[in-house]
Nanobody, 127 residues
Framework: QVQLVESGGGLVQAGGSLKLSCAAS????????MGWFRQAPGKEREFVAA????????DYTNSVKGRFTISRDNVKNTAYLQMNSLKPEDTAVYYC????????????????????WGQGTQVTVSS
């Protein structure tokens, strides 16, 4: 079992920045692909970013490329999402997700590829 706890959400003006954190426990963190998803009201939960076990590979949805950066610290057992140049359309509940894998370079991008989920943190970007 893996437990994930997100933090760092809040209210920010358009153009501002936030950094989300996801603290993981319960399993060897370095065995987990880590991802971030978001869900806006009335919308499906969508992929935002993911990072491979050792951090060597990442993937992002097109709408956040160049603005968001996913990273991880395998000593602190924590994943991060640095969000810059935020837009109102980034407003959503952001969820941390983890997927156990034996493959060191894989980066999962689909909801059904993830086994564990945090409870989410609200990010609101005002105009």
């Amino acid at each position: 079992q893996v437990q994930l706890v997100e933090s760092g959400g809040g209210l920010v003006q358009a153009g501002g920045s936030l950094k989300l954190s996801c603290a993981a426990s319960g399993r060897t963190f370095s065995s987990l692909n880590m991802g971030w998803f978001r869900q806006a009201p009335g919308k499906e939960r969508e992929f935002v970013a993911a990072i491979s076990r050792s951090g060597g590979n990442t993937d992002y949805t097109n709408s956040v490329k160049g603005r968001f950066t996913i990273s991880r610290d395998n000593v602190k057992n924590t994943a991060y999402l640095q969000m810059n140049s935020l837009k109102p359309e980034d407003t959503a509940v952001y969820y941390c997700a983890a997927a156990f894998t034996l493959l060191s370079k894989v980066v999962f991008t689909e909801r059904n590829e993830y086994n564990y989920w945090g409870q989410g943190t609200q990010v609101t970007v005002s105009s």
